[in-house]
């Protein structure tokens, strides 16, 4: 496993506070081994070695989290969702009653956006998967997935055929050709269900799904997030206070690939199975993180209004950028605006 143990007194996505009330260092354990993504994990204390096994621990309960939602690879005695994908049209699994309940919040997302967030498109998403990855490995030969296959995949995303046993604590895809795909909820569902077993205080932040269990350890005071301008990573569009719950991202401008000068990206409007334009990225702030998740995709892939009645309905707030740069606010995100750029 590799991981690199980090001691910084202000972390890279993190910024540190107003730091004249600080009263003890922030502490930040760095993982790479978790959702295919890079974790932080943050807290402010006198206690470094207290604060080292503390993460620890975190990390390993993501780390069952990844084992159970992992689409690409088998574990020794585990079903996880590769089991499922790989039984599709054979037989149901028998799996995790996490995995039951992490897919029926799924399926209640995908019904509240009106199937803008669907993690039954696995047969989709696998076209773009394998299409970056092979970008990735030769850049000069990259292409686009085969617009013939997209059409035909985009018939094997319905949840009709996704049967959820609770009472038998099975999973069958009763379609064949039907493949489920998590990212786009998976790492906020697996942090919310994490983070509410954890004291106040501590700061995770899963691949741009930050989540804060309480304000600074010692401090009344916030954390403080910054929001990634697409067009220069290495800055913040602004910086937004966090005493608790979750601040989301989804971008555009991470995970790509390019033909033709043209970039695409890994969030896909199910309606055109191809790369959604609307938006370069959105951010989402809710006291659920799994929810934070799910808003973040399914925001990125329509326009404004609707994005406005989702928030209306689960109480969220969200920060839009467009690709002029532009960034609109919900009401409440005004609130928690701690700088502007
Ligand atoms: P990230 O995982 O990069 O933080 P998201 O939460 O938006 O960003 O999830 C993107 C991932 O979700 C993609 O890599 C893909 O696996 C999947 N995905 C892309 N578009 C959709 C969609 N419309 N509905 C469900 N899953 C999607
Ligand atoms: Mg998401």
Redesign the pocket.
């Known amino acids: 496993m590799r991981r690199w143990i980090l001691w910084l007194l202000v972390a890279a996505l993190v910024l540190a506070g107003c730091s004249t009330v600080q009263r003890a260092k922030v502490h930040q354990m760095t993982y790479l081994d978790l959702?295919d993504?890079v974790t932080y994990i943050s807290r402010y204390t006198d206690d470094p070695e207290g604060f080292q096994k503390e993460a620890d621990e975190i990390h390993e309960s993501l780390m069952e989290y990844h084992r159970l939602f992992d689409i690409y690879h088998d574990y020794d005695g585990l079903n996880n969702l590769k089991t499922i994908n790989d039984h599709a049209g054979i037989a149901p699994v028998k799996v995790d009653p996490r995995i039951l309940s992490m897919l029926a919040d799924c399926r209640g997302y995908?019904e509240a956006t009106d199937?803008?967030?669907?993690?039954?498109?696995?047969s989709v998403?696998k076209l773009?998967?394998d299409a970056r990855s092979d970008a990735v490995s030769n850049p000069s030969g990259a292409k686009l997935p085969d617009r013939a296959a997209l059409e035909a995949a985009k018939e094997h995303c319905s949840w009709d055929t996704v049967i959820l046993d609770e009472a038998a604590g099975t999973v069958y895809l009763s379609d064949p050709q039907q493949r489920l795909?998590?990212?786009?909820?998976a790492?906020?569902w697996a942090l919310q269900r994490v983070a509410e077993e954890l004291p106040a205080g501590i700061l995770i932040n899963l691949?741009?799904?930050v989540c804060a269990t309480g304000p600074k350890k010692g401090e009344n005071t916030p954390w403080i997030i910054g929001v990634h301008d697409p067009k220069d990573q290495s800055s913040y569009l602004c910086t937004l206070n966090l005493m608790t719950g979750s601040a989301?991202?989804?971008?555009d401008y991470?995970?790509f690939f390019t033909v033709n000068g043209q970039n695409y990206h890994?969030?896909?409007?199910?309606q055109t199975g191809m790369p959604?334009a609307y938006w370069r990225s959105?951010t989402i702030l809710s006291d659920d993180s799994g929810l934070a998740?799910?808003l973040?995709?399914?925001l990125?892939?329509m326009d404004r209004d609707r994005g406005q009645t989702l928030l209306n309905r689960y109480g969220a707030e969200a920060m839009w950028v467009d690709d002029q740069g532009n960034c609109f606010y919900s009401d409440g995100l005004t609130a928690y605006l701690q700088q502007e750029k």
């Open positions: 959702f993504t995908y199937g803008a967030v669907n993690v039954a498109m696995g998403l773009w998967h795909d998590v990212g786009a909820i790492k906020g691949g741009g799904n989301v991202t989804s971008g991470q995970r890994h969030i896909i409007d199910p959604s959105v998740d799910a973040s995709t399914a990125f892939v």
